[in-house]
């Protein structure tokens, strides 16, 4: 007999009319829209926020070092620790973005990859799929040419001193401080068994 605990079956909200209320593509589109509830209330005005999906990449050197971007970030107004990130192109796979970005941001390439998971940064709102990866054998191979708009510095920083920069509120960013605690459990062997070993093609 199992213990897990039984869940009744939810609906799904139905949308019955969306509109858009501004977009700057290809950053953002705001909209908001009528959604009848299952048990037949309508809402209007629910608020709806699409932005680019993304990656954030836990890269390691063979030493273990990790790279760490240190840099101004405008929407929370200080400098933070950051992780090499960015859009998803459009025809590109999440897998092929890390790579991009890592290169880009970072000068540094790695060929095997570990995929962590995908999660939806706002419950309500959507604002964007964040998919994160982790490296361990990144190699610097050219110099960072990211052509971001922030002034950036590159750190290789050892495990502990990020977990101890994180508890002293170094890092401002939900998706940082996500993917070091990912990180953490995939290097424990705790992460599930849905998260996959990549190789570049």
Request: proline content about 5%.
């Amino acid at each position: 007999m199992s213990d897990e605990p039984k869940h009744h079956e939810m609906e799904h909200w139905q949308v019955i009319e969306e509109r858009e209320v501004f977009a700057l593509e290809p950053w953002m589109r705001i909209s908001t829209q009528d959604i009848r509830l299952p048990d037949g209330r309508v809402v209007h005005n629910f608020g709806r926020i699409q932005l680019p999906d993304y990656v954030i990449i836990f890269a390691q050197t063979s030493n273990g070092r990790v790279i760490v971007e240190r840099q101004y970030k405008h929407g929370v107004g200080s400098v933070s620790l950051m992780f090499p990130s960015g859009m998803i192109e459009p025809g590109e796979q999440p897998l092929q973005a890390a790579q991009r970005e890592l290169l880009e941001e970072t000068g540094y390439h790695a060929s095997q990859w570990q995929a962590l998971g995908s999660f939806v940064s706002n419950g309500n709102y959507g604002c964007g799929t964040a998919h994160f990866f982790l490296t361990k054998d990144a190699v610097n191979v050219t110099e960072p040419d990211s052509g971001d708009l922030e002034e950036m510095e590159i750190l290789l920083l050892p495990e502990l001193e990020l977990v101890k920069a994180l508890g002293e509120g170094k890092v401002a960013t939900v998706g940082a401080a996500t993917i070091i605690g990912l990180a953490m459990l995939a290097r424990s062997g705790s992460l599930p068994v849905s998260s996959s070993s990549l190789r570049e093609p």
